[in-house]
């Protein structure tokens, strides 16, 4: 089985990303991560393993070491180009959460989507749309609306992939 590891935002982050996927949606009649109800989120590893139960454990074991961060959302972009998305600064928090997942985890599992996940290879980035259709227009929108900020990451979920199904999710410890 493939799982993902996604930070989830605060609740005023969470609305304002979850209001640009409605927007977008829209134009391009794309709603998949509507109906799927999969929240803006950085995925920050992916993995394969048959041990849903270590890979629990291990996740738990990685979460001592990870506070919660803001980060700074200020870039649109796409992949291939039916990928719509925002995307983060990659500062010292991401980079070392990647790491630490991927240090904690590579023993029981293999890398996930095709490796991407890995440290030095990843690039995060909040997934708005993913179309076949109209991806131009949804850009386009995209720009439109969005407004770089900062964002916390505030809860880590355990998913598992296809059909996206959220198995545990975690409040991260907040500085003081």
Not at 81 to 88: D, G, Q, T, Y
Request: hydrophobic residues 40%.
């Amino acid at each position: 089985m493939e799982y993902a590891l996604c930070y989830e935002f605060d609740e005023n982050s969470a609305q304002y990303l979850n209001h640009l996927i409605d927007e977008v949606a829209k134009v391009t009649g794309n709603t998949i991560m509507i109906d799927n109800k999969i929240p803006a989120h950085i995925t920050v590893g992916c993995f394969e393993t048959e041990s849903e139960e270590l890979l629990i454990e291990m996740v738990e074991s990685a979460l001592k070491s990870i506070v919660s961060q803001q980060i700074y959302v200020g870039v649109v972009g796409t992949f291939k180009p039916n990928v719509l998305f925002v995307a983060p600064q990659l500062n010292q928090f991401l980079q070392e959460s990647c790491e630490c997942f991927f240090d904690y985890l590579h023993e029981i599992a293999t890398p996930g989507d095709h490796g991407y996940y890995q440290p030095y290879k990843w690039m995060p980035h909040i997934a708005i749309n993913i179309t076949e259709t109209k991806a131009k227009e949804g850009l386009l929108k995209l720009v439109e609306l969005f407004d770089a900020r900062r964002v916390t990451c505030e809860k880590l979920t355990i998913v598992k992939c296809d059909p996206y199904t959220v198995i545990k999710t975690y409040e991260l410890k907040k500085i003081n």
